[in-house]
């Protein structure tokens, strides 16, 4: 009996309690490592579009019905995107829809007419989703 004593006061163990946060701590710090370690992978797998206006250049004359826009486009996104839609000061524009590969330049031919000397445009471009992809404000030449 005095043996199965001196085992109980030697014995040396963690309460239910201590065991149970010390389990919940490490859960916690592996779960969020994984959380971070997936976050990761995604955006590796995810493309990202952008399309940055380098030029914009306003071609005829003011108030003609054959005016067009020329605009210079490089695309700065990881993978290629499809311009579907323009809108100058908001109003779709005529276009043939041009698709522009990562790092890729080119050039997107718009009619715009009616153009005014000295006011202001703004160009947005949109992708095949409706997304909006690049926009620039530019000043017709006066």
């Known amino acids: 009996m005095k ?3 001196k085992i109980r006061k030697n014995s040396k163990a963690l309460s239910p309690v201590v065991a149970s946060i010390i389990l919940i701590a490490v859960t916690v710090a592996v779960s969020i490592a994984v959380a971070a370690w997936m976050g990761a992978l995604t955006v590796g797998f995810m493309g990202s579009s952008s399309v940055t206006i380098t030029n914009t250049e306003f071609k ?3 108030g003609a019905a054959d005016n067009t826009i020329l605009l210079a ?3 700065t996104g ?3 995107v499809t311009i579907s839609q323009v809108k100058v000061n908001n109003d779709p524009m005529n276009f043939n829809a041009t698709t522009v590969d990562s790092g890729d330049s080119c050039h997107l031919e718009i009619t715009a007419a009616g153009w005014e000397d000295g ?3 703004k160009v947005d471009l949109y992708d095949s989703s409706g997304q ?8 017709a030449p006066a």
């Open 73 to 75: 486009l490089k695309n």
């Open 60 to 62: 005829g004359t003011a």
């Open 78 to 80: 990881t993978k290629s």
């Open 119 to 121: 006011n202001p445009y």
């Open 3 to 5: 043996t199965l004593r």
């Open 132 to 139: 909006a992809v690049g926009s620039t404000q530019q000043n």
